[in-house]
T-cell receptor, first 111, second 115 residues
């Protein structure tokens, strides 16, 4: 069963704007990962945040983690049309040996 | 190879036929994962391998589904007596080890269509 749930399901913004996607999960985690999927392709790993971390940055990406609320957010700053994709969060499985993915947020960045 | 390779990229078959999907992971990766993705949906976890062993097969949707991995490398996912609801994209991923602190590297999937 899925562990993470992304919100919103779909997001449409103009190029240059910031995009924020949220992920909520149900059980305690050790690690949370964000992935991106372009249409017709496999997923690409973006960033990993550990349960003892609150914020991580990678280029235009900023990820936060609030373990008390069991939620994470992915912020893409100064979005580009090429950022158009689906974004997924993944958290530890119940036995901590694998990851479970949410349903994803479909981001559309209009040029 | 440089990345995870899946074959075939597309497969169209008639209901009731058996299909075999192949995944060639990144060399040296001991962990291998299979997922199913229906159109516009998230990833449904099917099974993972640590080496040649599959500790948890509970994600497989039915006993028509089976998977094996030999030599700690290539894996095959077999679907017997295919049904229309099996139509989906089947994604394979590999990672260095089975650990949630490891990123997973995905292939581009096999798009399976059951007529």
């Amino acid at each position: 069963s899925q562990q993470g749930e992304e919100d919103p399901q779909a997001l449409s913004i103009q190029e240059g704007e910031n995009a924020t996607m949220n992920c909520s999960y149900k059980t305690s985690i050790n690690n949370l990962q964000w992935y991106r999927q372009n249409s017709g392709r496999g997923l690409v790993h973006l960033i990993l945040i550990r349960s003892n971390e609150r914020e991580k940055h990678s280029g235009r990406l900023r990820v936060t983690l609030d373990t008390s609320k069991k939620s994470s957010s992915l912020l893409i700053t100064a979005s580009r049309a090429a950022d158009t994709a689906s974004y997924f969060c993944a958290t530890d499985g119940f036995n901590n040996n694998d990851m479970r993915f949410g349903a994803g947020t479909r981001l559309t960045v209009k040029p | 190879g440089a990345g995870v390779s899946q074959s075939p990229s597309n497969k169209v078959t008639e209901k009731g036929k058996d299909v075999e999907l192949r995944c060639d992971p990144i060399s040296g990766h001991t962990a291998l994962y299979w997922y199913r993705q229906s159109l516009g949906q998230g990833l449904e976890f099917l099974i993972y391998f640590q080496g040649n062993s599959a500790p948890d097969k509970s994600g497989l949707p039915s006993d028509r589904f089976s998977a094996e991995r030999t030599g700690g490398s290539v894996s095959t996912l077999t679907i017997q007596r295919t049904q229309q609801e099996d139509s989906a994209v089947y994604l394979c991923a590999s990672s260095l080890t089975v650990n949630s602190n490891q990123p997973q590297h995905f292939g581009d999937g096999t798009r399976l269509s059951i007529l």
